[in-house]
């Protein structure tokens, strides 16, 4: 069997952390892209080479292509790619969309849209059967807010995971005859840093209450969602996007 090869953009915390643990365990060789937190890439690379799978992090800003051509040209150095997790994300902010700055807005559509879109971009560059490769998955990373809207808390999030349901769907169309699956997971409130980080630590037990199961979720959850979605059990799953959002 081939080497697995994944990328996970967002690779070192939260759901990208868990992501790269669970997939170290089913045998993937690992590229870690992170924005800053040098730190939380090295303990989450530690925790992956105890799998005794490669494994390599990259701090890169994904919303330029100088940062798309870093980070795929370590995968490149490590061996032949056939995953990506388009997983970096983040809200900045909590509030109405008229009190949201311009420039946050602008940064949230960055690194939430325009990010996974020149990453599944050069995977499929990579991967596909078209260009002599020999096919891949790409999984990307939304929320539930795509379909929620998020009123009075981070339209403009939700509006970019909108556009990245419509990656899935689009390019998971487009390239399904080139070995390429393209799917998607929609995590629901999940206990990362992500809340604390745009300014309101005590956001998941605020909303607790709202979701059917009564509980956020774990990023464990949802990188199980994403380990099943890339393994060869989901062979004819593409062009769709699983919620994984406590029936929310």
């Known amino acids: ?3 697995r090869l994944t990328v996970i953009t967002g690779g070192t915390r939260g759901i990208g952390a868990a992501t790269a643990r669970r997939l170290a365990a089913d045998g993937h060789d690992l590229v870690l892209a992170y924005a800053g937190d040098d730190e939380a890439a090295a303990a989450t ?20 292509e100088e940062g798309v051509d870093a980070l795929f040209g370590v995968a490149e150095g490590l061996g032949t790619l056939t995953g990506l997790v388009n997983n970096a994300g983040a809200t900045y902010h909590i509030g109405p ?6 420039d946050v807005v602008r940064r949230t559509i960055d690194l939430n849209l325009t ?11 990579v991967m596909s059967t078209d260009r002599g490769s020999a096919g891949g998955v790409v999984v990307n990373v939304s929320s539930g807010a795509a379909t929620l809207g998020s009123p009075g808390e981070y339209v403009q999030y939700a509006a970019a995971k909108a556009g990245v349901d419509a990656l899935t769907h689009g ?17 629901g409130h999940i206990r990362t840093r992500m809340h604390a980080d745009a300014g309101e630590p005590g956001r998941l037990e605020r909303v607790a209450p709202s979701i059917p199961m009564r509980r956020p979720g774990e990023p464990e959850e949802v990188a199980e969602a994403i380990a099943w979605l890339m393994s060869d059990a989901a062979s004819y799953v593409t062009g769709t996007t699983l919620r994984v959002a406590g029936g929310r």
């Not at 992956?48 to 701090?59: D, F, L, P």
């Not at 990010?115 to 560059?125: G, H, K, P, S, Y």
């Open 1 to 3: 069997m081939t080497q």
């Open 45 to 64: 690379a530690a925790a992956v080479g105890e799998a005794g799978v490669a494994c390599r992090t990259v701090r890169c800003d994904l919303t330029t």
């Open 97 to 102: 969309l008229a009190e949201t700055e311009p």
């Open 115 to 125: 990010a996974a879109l020149l990453c599944a971009r050069r995977a499929v560059q």
């Open 171 to 187: 390019l998971g169309t487009e390239v399904a005859g080139q070995g390429i699956r393209v799917v998607g997971v929609a995590p």
